[in-house]
C-alpha cells in the first residue's frame, strides 16, 4: 500500500498507508487532516497540499486557483488526484480559531426543569421526569444535578454544564464542527448523505466525536471543583438547524435535499443520551433537540425566537441569523413569519480567493482612507497577527467601503483605480501588497449572491406582512458572524436594507441560550413546540416574482 508521508515544520513525520487509486481528499478527511468549503468537489481550491516528493501531474483546474510558480513549487489542490504511489507531502499551517461565540441574550424566565429530583419518605432522593419517576437514588442527592446546553452549528459547537438546581452555568467549551470536512455548508452535508455509502452515519460519527470530546472536556474541568462525573449529568437540550438534528440522530436528511424539501421530522426530538448516542452522560440522561420550523428554519432559530421573546413582543421584530443559511423570523406584533436563504460559505471567507475563518491572521475590517486615486486601506487583523487572509467580517467591510468610495459600480463591477490591478486579464482589488491579500471580481460576486439572498428575504417577509422596513422597530441580529460585524457593514454591502442601521442589535448565540431556556423550563419547551406550528413559512422559491426580487437585491 502508499505511503503518505506529511512534514510540517519541525514536529515529526506523520506516515499513513493509503489503499492505491483512493482520492487524496477523501483519504485525509477520513484523518482529519484537511477541510474544503465544496466538500471536495474542485471548485473552492481550498485543500492545498505542497507535494514534496512523488509524482502529481498538475490538472488543468488547477491553473485558477494556483500560479505557474506555485504549481512549479508542488502546490496542488488535494480532491484533484489519486493517489498512486507513495507522496511525501505539506499542509498549509493549522487555523488557530478566534473566539467561538457562546454567549446570547436571554430573557427573564421561571425555572421549572423537566427533570427534578425529590426527598421520599426514607430519606432517598427520587429523579422525575415530568411527572415519572425514572430512578431511586440512595440518600440525599438533589445537590447532583447538572445538564447540558448545546448549540450545534454548520460551522461550530458549543456545550455548556448548567447546575439544574440553581441555573448557574459553570462552564463552557467549543470547538469547530468536524463535519466541516465534508463541507460548509447544509446543502453539501445533505448531498454528501445522499451519494456517499454510510454518508449520513458517517456524519453521526463526527458530530458525536466532537460532543463527546467538549463532554469529557467539560468534566475534567469541573470534577475537582464540583466533583463532576458522568453520571451526574441528567439531561441535555439541543439548538440546531434541522440538518444538524437530522445528522445527530441519524436520520437520512436526503428529503431536504431535493423539492419539496421535506424534513424526516420536525420535532421535538427527545433520545437516549446511552442507548441513542453513547455519550458520556447517566444512564437516564435523556437529549432534548428543539423543534424545527421547516427544513431550513431549525430549532437554532425557535430557540433564537424563545430567547429573545421576539413573539410576545408589541413591536415589530425583525431576527436573522446570519451564516452559511441565512435564517429570519419577522414578529409583526407577535405574529410571526419566517423564511431562509442559502447565503452561502462566502460570509465565512470561503469561497473568496484570500477567504480563511475568523482566525487569528485575518483581516476582520477594512478601511478605505482619503478619496479619489489618493485612497489608502486600513486593516485590522484578529490576534494583531501578520495577515494570512480575510474573514467573513473583513470581506463584508471591504465591499461596504468599496461601495461607500464608488469603486464599485451598482452591478457590482470594479471601477478603474490605482489599486485595482488586472491579474491575467481580472481585476483585483489590493488589500494588502505586501502580503498578497486582494478582493476579485468574483469574491464580489460571491457577496452579491450573498447580499441577494439575505437582502431578498428580508424585503419578501416585508412585503409579504404588508409592511416597509419603517415599521420594522428593531433587528436581532444572531449568531456567530453576527457578532464581529459592525451594523455599517450589513446596509453598507447592502445585506440589511439603509434604513435599519439604527435599530440593529446583536444578540449572540442564541440557539445555546434557548437551549438553556429549555433545560431549565418545561413551559418554555411547550412555548416553543407551540410556536413552530404558529409561524408562518414563506418558500421563497414558490413565491411568484421572487427571482426579479432576487436579481435586484444583488444590486449595490
Keep these: 500500500m502508499p505511503r503518505i508521508i506529511i512534514k510540517n515544520g519541525a514536529d515529526i513525520d506523520r506516515v499513513y498507508e493509503c489503499d492505491p487509486e483512493d482520492n487524496l481528499y477523501h483519504f485525509m478527511t477520513g484523518l482529519n487532516l484537511i477541510d474544503a468549503p465544496c466538500g471536495g468537489v474542485g471548485c473552492c481550491g481550498k485543500c492545498k497540499v505542497k507535494i514534496l516528493e512523488g509524482n502529481v501531474i498538475p490538472a488543468d483546474a488547477e491553473k485558477e486557483f494556483f500560479s505557474e510558480q506555485e504549481t512549479a513549487a508542488g502546490w496542488r489542490l488535494a480532491c484533484l488526484h489519486t493517489v498512486k504511489g507513495e507522496l511525501t507531502l505539506e499542509l498549509e499551517p493549522e487555523e488557530v480559531i478566534g473566539e467561538i461565540i457562546s454567549k446570547g441574550f436571554l430573557k427573564e424566565f ?143 436528511p436526503s428529503s431536504m435535499g431535493t423539492a419539496p424539501y421535506t424534513p424526516g421530522f420536525r420535532g421535538p426530538l427527545i433520545l437516549s443520551g446511552i442507548n441513542d448516542l453513547q455519550l458520556p452522560v447517566s444512564k437516564n440522561c435523556l437529549v432534548y433537540c428543539l423543534p424545527s420550523v421547516s427544513a431550513f428554519v431549525g430549532g437554532d432559530i425557535t430557540a433564537g425566537i424563545l430567547a429573545c421573546s421576539i413573539q410576545q413582543n408589541p413591536g415589530n421584530i425583525l431576527f436573522i441569523d446570519i451564516g452559511t443559511n441565512g435564517e429570519m423570523v ?71 467601503e468599496l461601495n461607500r468610495t464608488g469603486i464599485l459600480r451598482k452591478s457590482g463591477r470594479l471601477l478603474d483605480h490605482p489599486l485595482v490591478e488586472k491579474v491575467a486579464g481580472k481585476k483585483h482589488f489590493i488589500i494588502d501588497q505586501e502580503n498578497d491579500i486582494y478582493l476579485t471580481q468574483q469574491d464580489i460576486r460571491q457577496v452579491q ?36 460585524l459592525k451594523a455599517e457593514s450589513l446596509t453598507g454591502a447592502g445585506l440589511i436594507p439603509s434604513e435599519l442601521e439604527d435599530v440593529i442589535t446583536y444578540v449572540g448565540n442564541t440557539s445555546k441560550s434557548g437551549a438553556y431556556l429549555c433545560l431549565l423550563s418545561t413551559e418554555e419547551r411547550a412555548t416553543g413546540e407551540k410556536i413552530v406550528d404558529e409561524v408562518s413559512y414563506i418558500e421563497l422559491s414558490r413565491l411568484a416574482g421572487y427571482e426579479k426580487l432576487f436579481i435586484k437585491a444583488m444590486k449595490f
Design 449 to 484: 449572491l450573498a447580499k441577494g439572498a439575505i437582502l431578498s428575504g428580508i424585503q419578501a417577509m416585508v412585503q409579504a406582512n404588508e409592511m416597509t422596513f419603517g415599521e420594522i422597530n428593531q433587528v436581532m441580529v444572531a449568531g456567530q458572524f453576527g457578532a464581529n
Design 330 to 400: 419577522l414578529s409583526k406584533g407577535g405574529k410571526l413569519s419566517a423564511c431562509s436563504c442559502a447565503a452561502g460559505p462566502a460570509l465565512e471567507g470561503m469561497n473568496i480567493s484570500c477567504g480563511m475563518r475568523a482566525a487569528n491572521g485575518s483581516i476582520e475590517e477594512v478601511k478605505l482612507r482619503g478619496d479619489g486615486a489618493d485612497i489608502s486601506v486600513a486593516i485590522s487583523v484578529i490576534g494583531n497577527e501578520k495577515p494570512k487572509g480575510l474573514c467573513g467580517s473583513g470581506l463584508l467591510s471591504a465591499v461596504a
Design 110 to 252: 421561571t425555572k421549572k426543569p423537566y427533570i427534578s429530583k425529590h426527598l421520599d419518605e426514607l430519606g432517598n432522593t427520587l429523579v422525575m421526569a415530568g411527572n415519572e419517576v425514572i430512578d431511586r437514588e440512595v440518600g440525599d442527592t438533589r445537590n447532583r444535578l447538572f445538564g447540558l446546553a448545546i448549540d450545534i452549528g454548520t460551522t461550530t459547537v458549543v456545550a455548556a454544564l448548567i447546575d439544574m438546581s440553581n441555573g448557574r452555568e459553570l462552564s463552557s467549551m467549543s470547538c469547530l464542527n468536524g463535519q466541516k470536512i465534508f463541507g460548509q455548508d447544509v446543502i453539501t452535508r445533505i448531498n454528501y448523505a445522499m451519494i456517499q455509502k454510510n454518508g449520513t452515519l458517517i456524519q453521526q460519527k463526527t458530530i458525536l466525536t466532537d460532543l463527546k470530546n467538549l463532554i469529557a472536556k467539560i468534566i475534567a474541568e469541573c470534577h475537582r471543583e464540583y466533583d463532576l462525573t458522568a453520571n451526574d449529568i441528567y439531561e441535555v437540550t439541543v439548538g440546531g438547524n434541522t440538518t444538524m438534528i437530522h445528522l445527530l440522530a441519524g436520520i437520512d
